[in-house]
Nanobody, 124 residues
Framework: QVQLVESGGGLVQAGGSLRLSCAAS????????MGWVRQAPGKEREFVAA????????YYSNSVKCRFTISRDNAKITVYLQMNSLKPEDTAVYYC?????????????????WGQGTQVTVSS
């Protein structure tokens, strides 16, 4: 059974940066796209970013494009989300998820594995 464990969330001032990590355990390899979905209080889930298995293709929502960078290390079975120029509207719980094939979906059922989430809070 694969488990995804996110880390790196926290409290940061607007304009600051955070780097989220998501490590997969329980598998020696994960042949899936990996990505991040977030949910702010009282709001619908939002697709944030995803990276294909090879790492050759990345996808971003318009709200984070040019500020966030997703990458993965297949040797460590880990995906990263570098978040720069953070805004208060980025405040949310960020979930790591895997899917094969890649998806823009925000529905948990469309993913194979889903992490427990890490809180990101951006103060103004």
């Amino acid at each position: 059974q694969v488990q995804l464990v996110e880390s790196g969330g926290g409290l940061v001032q607007a304009g600051g940066s955070l780097r989220l990590s998501c490590a997969a355990s329980g598998s020696t390899s994960l042949r899936s796209a990996m990505g991040w979905v977030r949910q702010a209080p009282g709001k619908e889930r939002e697709f944030v970013a995803a990276v294909t298995l090879s790492g050759g293709s990345t996808y971003y929502s318009n709200s984070v494009k040019c500020r966030f960078t997703i990458s993965r290390d297949n040797a460590k079975i880990t995906v990263y989300l570098q978040m720069n120029s953070l805004k208060p509207e980025d405040t949310a719980v960020y979930y790591c998820a895997t899917s094969a094939p890649f998806t823009y979906s925000t529905r948990r059922d469309d993913y194979d594995y889903w992490g427990q989430g890490t809180q990101v809070t951006v103060s103004s």
